[in-house]
């Protein structure tokens, strides 16, 4: 039961990483793709009417995370309490941004929350990825100590230990450049004109750096946490995870070359999948690491809910999880194709 | 130092909570009326509803913005603000809040894009189709709200594992909490309220300024006929059985409402009056004998015990700020049902368009719907007070411990400053579509 909401953890995280992801690429790159405000017009109606929907896997996640591992979230949310805040305020930012863009016909009233868009995303992907660095980290956990951490210290992974620090940067710079990378294969596949053909030549440049500054990060994680590697021979999910992170990362160094729009959009999909897949896989049972020492790690088993809270959870998380699809479906199906930013009612948007 | 900390989590827990519900009582209330006039638009294929709901549709897309931006901290603030809560009662009361995020947010989520920008690419079928998704899901969203709050206000389906915090014990007693389903029957009218009085302030609005009278005399049609029903139920019988409702379960702050000390049959009701907590009584009051045991109890002579019945440390804390809560909530309700009637006679007679005094009021009104709505709330919280989770866990136990007041009232500060700036560019816009008014057909602007 916790093992499979375990799992179920990692897969919301997944589908926020995968859809979220493309959105929040193709925002941060709205100055280099889209060059004026028509581009800038296209490159919004391509993330389309569907971004809530790609961000609600986040805030859905949140709720798993509460009603699964409760102890998890009591733990890191105040540890990470300032810089929680700032992804809040970015999103809150963000999605203003997004929302009323359209909103007025004025050159100056665009431009402002172009730049107000393209920014919240740039931070968000940074943020995203640092916390991610500090999962795989760990942070200095005690018993019956309330933990709370500093921005950054010395920024060295051993000793006095800050939210940033070499590591921790290292996967922001890293998810930041394959979130670009991934929202240009999106518009690459979605939009059209200018914007496309510049997603187009972009997902030539940004995937192979993606893909070196993985080879980076890789050995960087192998000196902050050398068992994690060591872990993953006798993990079978593991492999698997391995693998499809290496077919996605043939499909993202070939796919751009021969012009294979789809072929780069779902290497793109899978090799976030696969990366995130075997963190999960090697990380497991562990949630929060402890620097100072394995007996103080939240794990899986000690961190989460009462085994009939989750039992009775598994009952409707299913049926909610494929309704979604439903929903997304209905209105997908309007939206196939190409983005024309002259198809909406009201104002294009 | 502690008591401190408790202090600054509270204040801001409850100004985003406050905040951010302005925006989803209105998108709650204004749902129902937007699809029941795509509906007669698409039998009847009158423009007049189309119209209508493309109007309304945009102040929705902007209100619902707001209301989604501003909903993301709330979830969060469990976690960041009130850890010790989250890990005390996170098996049970994180059931409702995920399942709120996988039921109506992505329901939501899925159709308001289509709703807001939409109606051409789905045709009006579709488009008829995704306005009742965005009102169904931002309904449902209401309902596990209520069910996380009413176990807060009275736990049901729940047992204490090892540990002592609690887990679920049965998601039917969960879900279906009888205080949850009371609550959802009394907030979902007073959101109806809400929007009725929004829509029929802005048909008063229209017709005083003299033009765009066809669509003013529909809103005030809508609002006024809606506007009457609604705050009525809101009275009668929703707000009357949860008022039953809190009496039996929540004698203290049923008490501490009322300004009531002294035990005792035959309770008086109090109109007017200012609770002295200090000499425990209530100053210069104006009181109806016996209706308090009539409406607590449903006879005139039952005992309806006063504060003095109860330990001192199971008082609400504010019972100032309770009592007036409570009394701006039914005084201001009872003000809704006189107003809407007598728009509604005014109406019937053919009169109301001429009446200009009246429709200045309903035009002015709209603010006060939110008031109530707030001080409801308020009455709500407060009431529950010094429980976070009535006669379990006590609110001072709740809050992270690991997070310093000084954090706390920088992140309250910066929500004051961010929320300031929101709300103003909320007024902005809702005020241009206002002006900008209806206009005819799909090909506009």
New interface residues.
Partial sequence: MVELWFAILCLMLVMFAVLGGWDFGAGALHFIAARNQDERRMLIAAIGPLWTWNEVWLVAGGGVLFVAFPRVLAISFPAYYLALFLVLWTLILRGIALEVRGLIDSGLWRAFWDTAFAAANILLAILFGAAIGNVVRGMPLQADVPLSLPLFTNFGVRGPLGILDWYTVSVAVFTLVCLCAHGASYLALKAEGEVYRRAKALTKWLWPIAVVLLLVVSAETFYVRPELFTRMADRPLAWIALLLTAGGTAAILTGPRAGAEARTFWGGCVFITGLLGSAAASLFPVILYSTVSGQYSITAYNGSSDASSLRAASYWWPVAFALSFVYFWFVGKHYRGRAQTSQYGHDPQ | MTDDAAFWHRIQFAFTIVYHYLFPQLTMGLAWFLVAWKWLHLRTGDPRYGDAA?LWT?IF??NF??G???G??M??Q????W??F??Y???????S???????S??????????M???????GPR?HF??TL?VALGSWLSGYFILVTNAFMQAPSGY?F??DG?L???S?SDFLLNRWALIEFCHNQCAAIVTGAFAIAALGAFYVLRGDNGSQGRLFLKWGAAVGLVASAIVAFPTGDAQAKMVARLQPQALAAMEGRFQSGPIAEITLIGQPDVQKRQLDNPIRVPGMLSFLAFGTFHSDVPGLGAFPEDTWPTNIELLYYGFHVMAGLGTLFILLMALANLQQIRGRLESSRRLLWILMLAFPFPFIANTAGWVTAELGRQPWLVYGLFRTRDGY?????SG?TL??LI?FAG?YFV?GL?YVF?VG?EVLHGASPG?EH?
């Fill in positions: 493309r945009r897309g902007i913005a707001v989604v931006v501003t993301i901290p979830e969060f469990f976690g960041t603000n850890s010790s989250s890990k009662a996170g098996g049970v009361i994180g059931q809040l995920a399942m709120e995020g996988m039921f947010f992505f329901f939501e989520s899925a159709f308001i894009g289509a807001v920008w939409g109606e051409k690419r789905l579709n189709l995704a998704g047992a594992a090892a915090s887990r679920l014990a998601l992270s411990a690991a997070v310093s954090d920088f992140t910066g961010l929101v560019l816009l241009r799909l602007a």
